[in-house]
């Protein structure tokens, strides 16, 4: 499919790092002393990096691009050279994403004739996360976590007062999400306004459970463009079933559901919306389908 992502002009390039930071989904690392693209996967094409390089090295192209075929990604990742192929598995390894890894490795496996390195130290600095010359890593906040039901134990049951959590992956705030995640896929979707969690002593037993999670703050985030695009991803690429949008009765609140109604306009998609408007002191105020 032809998409949007960005592209770096490595002459232009001078590795000072400042569009790193500002690469919402951990896309782009400096390697080699150049800003690096370790991933079609990850970028969204929406350029929130491009801003910040003061060479304006940093363009968004259009052309083809796959973001669930490895062995495309591989055929540029191999090009760049050892320290690139190792940043692109880990970041894969990191995202939870172990089909996409093991189609990778599979590529430089018949590839191995024609690389420049081995592929023995390919696995070991993927695996064993050896020191190897690799700059920025990222943020371990951001690392995308998949908890499975064994891993919620006695999740239903009372334990010493409290009930353990509902929460089945990880990153959940929008900007740090990863839309093209496989806990997203066909799953029903929660979109909870910051303050709701705090507000609904049932939120895990009741709003949370059997949903996957994304959290957002209408009034203090920034970049929502982003947060617009990241939905109409979840919407029509992961396919999520149904999206419950979780706010708080305060005037401000109700621009998450805007966004939300918005995306939803703007989907190939169709999926249903149910709004639901949470009163300060906890109570349900309105619950309705949009």
Not at 16 to 40: F, M, T, Y
Not at 130 to 143: A, D, F, Q, R, V
Not at 185 to 202: M, N, P
Not at 237 to 245: H, L, R
Request: glycine letters at 6%; charged letters at 20%; a negative charge.
């Amino acid at each position: 499919m032809e998409r949007e992502i960005i592209k770096i002009d490595e002459d232009k390039c001078n590795g000072c790092g400042q569009c790193v930071p500002n690469c919402h989904e951990g896309a782009l690392q400096i390697i080699d002393s150049k800003a690096r693209l370790i991933s079609d996967l990850m970028c969204d094409g929406l350029g929130a990096c491009v801003g910040h390089c003061p060479e304006g090295a940093i363009t968004i192209e259009s052309r083809e691009a796959e973001p669930y075929d490895e062995i495309k990604v591989m055929e540029i990742m191999v090009k760049k050279g050892f320290n690139t192929v190792v940043a692109h598995l880990r970041h894969l390894k990191e995202h939870q994403e172990a089909a996409f890894l093991k189609q990778g490795m599979a590529y430089l496996v018949t590839h191995e004739s024609m690389l420049e390195f081995k592929v023995g130290d390919v696995k070991n600095a993927v695996h064993q996360q050896n020191n190897l010359s690799i700059e920025s890593p990222g943020c371990p906040g951001s690392k995308s976590v998949i908890f499975h039901p064994a891993d919620i134990k006695m999740a239903d049951s009372p334990v010493r007062g409290s009930l353990k959590s509902q929460l089945r992956h990880w990153p959940v705030q929008l900007h740090l999400i990863n839309p093209s995640g496989s806990h997203f896929i066909g799953s029903d979707l929660l979109v909870a306004a910051d303050c709701t969690a705090f507000t609904l002593g049932d939120f895990h037993q009741n709003w949370l459970k059997n949903r996957t999670l994304v959290i957002a703050c209408p009034k203090l985030d920034q970049g929502k463009e982003i947060y617009l695009q990241k939905i109409i991803s979840l919407i029509d690429n992961a396919k999520i079933n149904t999206i419950t949008v979780l706010i708080m009765e305060v005037p401000c609140c109700s621009g998450l559901l805007q966004l939300v109604e918005l995306a939803a306009s703007q989907s190939r998609r169709k999926v249903p919306v149910k709004a639901i408007t949470i009163s300060i002191q906890g109570e349900i105020l309105n619950e309705e389908w949009v």
